[in-house]
C-alpha cells in the first residue's frame, strides 16, 4: 500500500490516487484539476484552511501544525531543510 | 535488501516503541526512560541510539498512532455510509488504544510542542473524514447548519469527557459501555 507523498494518505483503491492512476504518488485531493500535483503554497493554504473550518483553530496554531505535518512528508523535503 | 543489522535495528527500535506504548498507557508520559528500557529488556543507552531524546520519541510514538488511525479511518467516509457508521467506527478505534489515548488527551497540555501539534494532526486525520460525512449530510439536508469546527469539537469534546472522567461512569472501558448512548444522543442534537 502506498500513502501519499504530500498529504500522507493512505492509499489502496484506484479512486484514491490522482485521476485514477496507481502509478501516482500522490492523491486525489492534492491533484489539481488536470491532474498535476499541487504546489507547496497550495496543498499549504489548503490545509491551513481546512484545519481552521473543521476545527476552528487559531490561524497561527493550525499554520504551525500543517508546517509540521508537511516538514515529515517526503513531497515537501526541500522547503523544510535547515 | 536489507542488512541483518539494519533489520535488528529497526525491530530493536519497533519493540522500543511498543513497550512505551505500553508503559505511558499504564504510567503516563511522566514515566522515565529506564522504565522503558527495563520493560524493553535493553540498556538505557539502547533507547537513546534510536531515539536522541525523550522528546524524539513521544513524537516518533504519536507519529506511529496516527498512522495507524490514518489506515483504520480511511476509506470509512467514501462509502456513502451513515452518520452512525463513521462515529461507531471512531469510537471502535478508539476503544482498541483506549488506556493510550486516554492518557495521551489527559496529558497532552504537558507535553513538548511538537508532540501538541502531531496530536492536532491525529484529530484532522478524524476531522478529514467526518467533514465528508457531514458535508454529504449537509447537502441531503439531514442536520442542522451548524459549523463544521462546532460539530467536530462537540463530538471531541464528548468523547473526551466521558474519557478522562470514566471514574464517574465505568471500572470497565466508558466507550464500549457508552458507546451507542453518546452516538445516537449526538446525531439528536444536530439531525434536523
Known amino acids: 500500500m502506498k500513502n501519499c507523498i504530500a498529504c500522507g494518505m493512505p492509499m489502496k483503491k484506484e479512486s484514491d490516487f490522482a485521476m485514477g492512476d496507481p502509478q501516482k504518488d500522490y492523491c486525489v485531493y492534492c491533484a489539481r484539476p488536470d491532474g498535476s500535483m499541487q504546489s507547496f503554497e497550495e496543498k499549504k493554504q489548503g490545509l491551513i484552511n481546512f484545519t481552521i473550518k473543521t476545527q476552528g483553530l487559531e490561524k497561527s496554531v493550525a499554520e504551525k501544525a500543517v508546517a509540521n505535518m508537511m516538514s515529515k512528508l517526503p513531497a515537501w523535503q526541500e522547503y523544510f531543510k535547515k | ?192
Open chain 2, 1 to 192: 535488501m536489507k542488512t541483518k543489522r539494519q533489520v535488528q535495528k529497526e525491530a530493536t527500535r519497533l519493540h522500543i516503541l511498543e513497550t512505551a506504548y505500553q508503559i505511558y498507557a499504564e504510567e503516563g508520559f511522566s514515566a522515565t526512560t529506564n522504565q522503558i528500557a527495563k520493560a524493553a529488556s535493553v540498556s538505557h543507552g539502547t533507547i537513546f541510539v534510536h531515539f536522541p531524546t525523550v522528546e524524539n520519541l513521544i513524537v516518533c510514538l504519536l507519529d506511529d498512532f496516527n498512522a495507524e488511525i490514518n489506515g483504520q479511518l480511511h476509506g470509512l467516509s467514501e462509502k456513502n455510509e451513515q452518520l452512525e457508521t463513521f462515529l461507531e467506527a471512531h469510537i471502535n478505534v478508539l476503544i482498541r488504544y483506549e488506556a493510550f489515548y486516554k492518557r495521551l488527551i489527559s496529558e497532552v497540555n504537558s507535553l513538548p510542542q511538537e508532540a501538541k501539534f502531531v496530536f492536532i494532526n491525529m484529530q484532522s486525520i478524524v476531522s478529514f473524514h467526518f467533514n465528508q460525512v457531514i458535508e454529504r449530510c449537509k447537502n441531503e439536508k439531514t442536520v442542522k447548519e451548524i459549523p463544521m469546527h462546532i460539530i467536530f469539537n462537540s463530538w471531541l469534546g464528548l468523547v473526551h469527557y466521558y474519557l478522562t472522567n470514566s471514574y464517574l461512569f465505568t471500572e470497565g472501558s466508558v466507550l464500549t459501555e457508552y458507546k451507542e448512548e453518546l452516538i445516537c444522543n449526538f446525531i439528536k442534537l444536530i439531525e434536523k
